[in-house]
């Protein structure tokens, strides 16, 4: 079996919260999600974490501690040995003509794994990242990349 | 060759006159087309001298990008969509725009929004210099800068403004007031010790020269040094110490970050930055962040004062954006918001003094798929035409992989079938996504494309022109986007 098949089994195997646990959880009221009028279901999306302002959702306060699933797409990494990548709402689009530089998107979620070495995939292939919610600032030693909400101890495939 | 002639016969004798006579007389649609003769019938050419001239750009909204934004309005609008009219489809002169690029086929923003602006073609990523400039080779840019339309009607007395969506440095809304020999120098320039200057120094040299009276959009962080605050909240990140928006403020320019500054200004000059990048696509801003159509009336508000008149471009910027990223929802509803601000352009002036224009800089290699009944959700699947009634029937067009698709795609870009496979191919191993309905209607859905390529590129289609006001009538047939300065600068000084 493939590294990638058995996590991704894994993933599937019913591990992600529910909506109802995570507001059993939080008690938080039902308008979380900046984009979704429902409550986000599992595997989430990296915009379920986000308000239209950029601050966190409650939703996403209520699950700071739990490991649970995203679903997104892997930025390219900054290094292949970072120990972690970026997981994006929409494929890391580079436009020539859009930005000068790189620019990451608002609604990205830091997604630190258990192994050091990434197993990269495509930018525009979806996967899935499970792992334990952790939000505040935190600067990563290697790279400097500052991350606001990441998940920890995470596996992906 | 009889058949043919008694037909032309039957044709002729079907005169104007005996039309109600015909079979068809009493559809809607027989009436609709009768009454919309009698509306072109009724039109007389505007032949006043314009006061105002007011430049819409949806950047990359050409024709196909224009008819998935036409049916999401409507069928937002709770029609079909098909039939419904945006503000700009009622203007009563119409033409076809070639937009390709001295030396490019398929063209980018700079060059485009050149053409409109000094009314001669230009090179690719190159703003407002001529032929001989070459990109990126600032010596060239002083032998070669030519005189924008801003400055002939500052010249004339007029005020001058630029909005946009996007950051205010590249493209569309610097040929308003720069020139350069590469679109991205928005921050700094090239090497020391050459008399190249910056894109953002470039807006307020224009806007202390008071060629530029008005500046909205995004862009903060080419204004205030590496790491120092932008009136929006963010950093800057120019290299040199130069703080543009404390120069800017020095300068009497009133400089907002946000909606409550924005509408707390008076009266200009004024800037307003509101994002480091760009500003907010429609589907993600913030309330606190102005909308298109609030800075059209703000813009619109404060060069008003001026009873000379002004000339004015107005961008939706993040069409163009969400198109690159293969992400249709995104572009249309940024094109939704921009037609919202020409309605209301439209109804903040007169037609008798105001010329509008509404156009674009260029289209994207997006397509739509057919076969698909009426009333289809743009933004979704395609559903078959039903054979009775209007409305599409309940089943979804497959391809001949027995998968139903979007009715809109792209040529290449993100969403490519084909991806990256371990040892570097690209394949579709397991074939084409088998899309849902709820996939597909996600803001945040990329639409399926051929080509694999890390952004979904423009095209060299032709781009409609919609216009009103004096000398509107100037507009028809197919023309090269450089005419659009001569169709302003005639109506402005009419000879």
């Known amino acids: 079996m493939e590294r990638r098949d058995f996590l991704r089994l894994g993933l599937n195997a019913g591990l992600g919260l529910s909506a109802g646990a995570g507001l059993a959880l939080t008690g938080a009221k039902p308008l979380l999600a900046a984009n979704a009028g429902a409550l986000p279901e599992s595997p989430f999306k990296p915009r379920d974490l986000y308000e239209k302002d950029r601050s966190f959702t409650d939703f996403a306060r209520g699950l700071q501690g739990r490991r649970v699933t995203f679903r997104g797409f892997m930025a390219p990494p900054l290094k292949a040995d970072a120990g972690f990548f970026v997981l994006t709402q929409r494929p890391m689009a580079v436009c020539p003509f859009c930005e000068s530089e790189a620019e990451w998107p608002d609604d990205i979620l830091a997604v630190y794994t258990k192994r050091p070495r990434i197993d990269v995939t495509a930018f525009n292939v979806k996967i899935e990242a499970r792992g334990r919610l952790e939000i505040g600032s935190y600067r990563d030693p290697q790279t400097g990349f500052l991350s606001l909400v990441r998940l920890m101890d995470a596996t992906y495939g | ?495």
């Open chain 2, 1 to 495: 060759m009889k058949r043919f002639a008694l037909s032309a016969l039957a044709l002729a004798a079907a005169s104007a006159a005996q039309a109600q006579e015909l079979p068809q007389a009493s559809s809607q649609w027989f009436i609709d087309g009768q009454s919309a003769i009698e509306e072109r019938l009724a039109l007389e050419p505007n032949t006043n001298k314009a006061r105002n001239v007011i430049l819409f750009v949806a950047d990359g909204q050409g024709v196909a990008t224009n008819y998935m934004i036409r049916l999401w309005s409507g069928q937002q609008d709770g029609g079909l969509g098909d039939d419904y009219v945006q503000p700009q489809e009622a203007f009563p002169n119409l033409a076809l725009v070639k937009t390709y690029n001295i030396n490019a086929q398929t063209p980018d923003s700079a060059p485009t929004a050149g053409a409109m602006n000094t009314g001669v073609k230009q090179r690719f990523n190159l703003i407002n210099l001529g032929e001989e400039a070459i990109h990126g080779d600032c010596s060239t840019e002083a032998p070669s800068e030519l005189t924008l339309f801003s400055e002939i009607m500052t010249e004339a007395g007029k005020s001058v403004g630029t909005v946009s969506t996007a950051r205010l440095t590249p493209a569309t809304p610097a040929a308003v007031y720069a020139q350069t020999a590469n679109r991205n120098w928005g921050n700094e320039g090239p090497a020391e010790g050459t008399d190249s200057r910056d894109i953002a120094t470039q807006l307020i040299d224009a806007m202390e020269a008071g060629t530029v009276d008005v500046a909205l959009g995004g862009g903060a962080r080419a204004f205030t040094p590496e790491g120092v605050a932008t009136p929006n909240g963010g950093k800057g990140r120019r290299p040199d110490d130069v703080n543009l928006v404390e120069r800017a403020a020095g300068l009497g320019v009133s400089v907002a970050g946000n909606l409550e500054e924005l509408d707390a200004v008076e009266g200009g000059p004024v800037l307003g930055l509101f994002g480091d990048s760009h500003a907010s696509y429609e589907a993600d801003r913030p309330a606190g962040e102005p909308s298109l159509a609030d800075m059209t009336r703000k813009a619109i508000e404060v060069l008003s004062e001026n009873e000379n008149g002004f000339y004015l471009e107005i961008e939706a910027g993040r069409v163009d954006h969400a198109n690159h990223g293969g992400n249709a929802k995104r572009a249309m509803i940024d094109g939704k918001m921009f037609a919202d601000a020409i309605a209301l352009a439209d109804e903040m002036t007169d037609d008798a003094e105001t010329l509008i224009i509404v156009t674009a800089d260029h289209e994207h290699s997006i397509a739509m798929n057919g076969y698909c009944g009426r009333g289809t959700p743009i933004d979704g699947l395609c559903y078959d035409v039903a054979k009775e009634g209007i409305m599409h029937s309940d089943d979804l067009v497959l391809g001949s992989d027995d998968k139903p698709f979007t009715v809109v795609g792209y040529l290449n870009g993100v969403g490519s079938m084909l991806t990256e496979q371990e040892d570097g191919t690209f394949a579709a191993p397991e074939g084409r996504a088998e899309v849902t309905q709820e996939e597909a209607q996600d803001v945040d859905y990329i639409q399926q494309a051929v080509i694999p390529k890390s952004s979904e590129s423009h095209s060299g289609v032709d781009v409609a022109l919609y216009a009103k006001g004096p000398w509107a009538h100037l507009f028809g047939g197919t023309i090269e986007q450089n005419v659009i300065f001569h169709v302003m600068n005639h109506a402005v000084n009419p000879q």
